[in-house]
Every structure is written in structure tokens, then in C-alpha cells.
């Protein structure tokens, strides 16, 4: 039995991608994921992979901030395969820096224009959904690939902040500027 | 909004967590008795994503921790109920009715009341079989809780998955048809 109802999470669609809530089987391809030290290296508080409980415990976290706040992470699944392929959307769980459009993809999806594809689509949604002057990205400083993603959504490196321990740029971007990039 | 079903009893009133709980979450998360052993005492950001991870295992398996609040006043006095992170293919050690009820309201047999509650509905309502707790060998109230709840000691030193690994805890626990007898004498 589950009460969750993932028609309750907008559906996105992009050229090669769907934006979508949490479903119980997701747990494979997220916990797949994130025991991927490359991904777990700016996606975990401790830089290390993560087990499957820990997984299972980051994907209630993910689906209890839509049923908190009304607004989340979506899963991201590939349009041709049906296969998971990441984590994309509105992220500010309690003294968050601010609105956050955050993106993390599994790494046989990297290097495809996935992860621009999917942070595009999610922050139209995010600025038509909510009355924001501004949403931020927090990156760690030395995740270049994010750096170079934030930059093409047109997104500026401002004030640095320390996330569990760790130095990270507070990445922003007016929804004017957004609207013109 | 957290789906889910409001269980009342005598004093107290159990649903899923909502946003509005939030203060009691972290106020609780601040004391040290109350969470010298469910993982310790844990700042604001800490204590929103618990609640947070709470309400998505309502939304995820169809159940998880209710709020406790009290009938007379409305006050959020902690959470307690069914706990199994993962589900059944998790490797939680089996379908746990778990407490913690924050200090102020300690001691006024809230947690012995919704725990009834709870168990009642985990048995009648998910199909549960056997019910456990996971308690820290030091933390006396709790066990004297799950004795006074009828439950035994099944296994000891058991070590939780990850990120707990490093906590050992024993089992206590009871069958359903031993709840059931219990509660009609």
C-alpha cells in the first residue's frame, strides 16, 4: 500500500527528459547513484558514497520537502530508455542560503547536455510557479562541471558559504536575467 | 501536505507531520536527555530534514512517525509510531513503533497512550504481524515503555545500517496475537 500520489508533482517534459515525482522503484537508480564516488563527492555531506538506507533516507527527504513546502526535487527520467537519470529542481529545505535550483545526474548521463536540459526546464518552472526575484545554486568550489552549467543558465558566482563543512559559491541569477538567457 | 490518517485518544491527538510543527521539532532537537539516545541533539537545519524525512515516509510507504499533540492545548509534544526506513526490502531490523516526547511533557505516561495508538493502528490498519522497538541498552525509560507495552527483549547488540552503523541498540518486541491478547484482558 503507498499513499503517495506522484500525480501530485508537475510533469515536465523536454526534448529528451521528464521531470516527475518520486516513485518507490526510483530507489534503485538513485541509490545506484549516489554509491558513485564521483557523483557522491559534491552531492553528499561527507564527500563519500552513500549506502542504500542512506539513499533510501535521502529520497524520503526529497519527497517529504514536496509535501512540506509544495515544492521539490523532481526525478529525472530519460524520454527513450525510461531510465533514472537524476535529481533536478526547487530546493530550500530550513536555513537554506535561499531558493535553490539544484541539479545532480548519475554519471553514465553526464557529458550529454542532460543535466542544462533538465536545469533549464526546472527553473522556468520554478520562476513561473513562485513570485522569486531570484534563485541561487550552491557549488562546491572545486565542481567545475557545475560551474560550467551554472554559467550557461547565465548564473554568477556572488558570496561564498560553508555547507556541511565545506566552502561553496552561492551561484545567482535575477528572473529577469533569466528570462533573457 | 503530508498525507495520512488523525488517530485521537483520551489526551493526544497523531497525524502525519506538517509544516507547522516545526518549532516542536527543533525545540525537542535541542535537548539533550530527550535525544541522548535517538541520535542526539541536532541544530535547526538537522532537525527540519528529520521532520522532513518523517513526512516523506508517509508519502513513501503509507506510513511513518506521527506528531503527537496534546487535545486540551494543541501543543506538539513529540513523534512517535510506525518506523521502517526502506520499507520491507530496507534493512531496518523489522516493522518498529518508535517514541520520543520532548521534556516538558515527559513523564505523563503521552508516550505509553500514543504508542497504544499507534500499535493498534500499525496491526489493524498495515497488516503488521510483529511489532519492535530499537533501544539503546542505557536508556531505561524506553525499556521500561516497551516492557509496560508488553514487549520482550528479542535480540541484543544489534548494529543499525548506515548512517547509524555506529549505534547498537537491542530489540524489543511482540506478535500481534500477544497485542491482541493483551489488550482484551
Known sequence: MSLFDPNATPRIETERLVLRGWREDDLDGFAAMMSDAEVARFLTGSQRPMARAEAWRDLALFVGHWALRGYGLFAVEEKESGAFVGRVGAWQPECWVGFELGWGLARPYWGRGYAFEAARAAGDWILSAFPLDRIVSLIHIDNTPSQNLATRLGMKAGEQTLHAGMLHDVWDISRADWSKA | ?185
Not at chain 2, 541484543?156 to 524489543?172: G, K, N, S, T
Open chain 2, 1 to 185: 501536505m503530508t498525507p495520512g490518517p488523525t488517530l485521537t485518544t483520551a489526551r493526544l491527538i497523531l497525524r502525519p507531520p506538517a509544516h507547522q510543527d516545526f518549532d516542536g521539532f527543533a525545540q525537542m532537537a535541542t535537548e539533550e536527555e530527550t535525544m541522548r539516545f535517538i541520535g542526539g541533539v541536532a541544530p535547526r537545519d538537522a532537525a527540519w530534514r528529520g521532520m522532513a524525512s518523517l513526512a516523506g515516509s508517509w508519502a513513501l510507504l503509507g506510513y511513518g512517525m506521527f506528531s503527537v499533540l496534546r487535545r486540551d492545548t494543541g501543543e506538539w509534544i513529540g513523534r512517535l509510531g510506525p518506523w521502517r526506513p526502506g520499507g520491507k526490502e530496507g534493512s531496518w531490523p523489522g516493522d518498529e513503533v518508535g517514541w520520543g516526547v520532548k521534556q516538558s511533557a515527559a513523564g505523563q505516561g503521552f508516550a505509553y497512550e500514543g504508542a497504544v495508538a499507534a500499535i493498534d493502528w500499525a496491526f489493524d490498519t498495515l497488516g503488521w504481524d510483529h511489532v519492535i522497538h530499537c533501544i539503546d541498552k542505557k536508556n531505561a525509560p524506553s525499556i521500561k515503555l516497551a516492557q509496560r507495552l508488553g514487549s520482550q527483549l528479542e535480540r541484543e547488540d544489534h548494529r543499525l545500517a548506515p548512517p547509524f552503523e555506529e549505534h547498537m541498540v537491542d530489540l524489543y518486541g511482540q506478535s500481534k496475537a500477544a497485542w491482541k491478547a493483551r489488550q482484551r484482558t
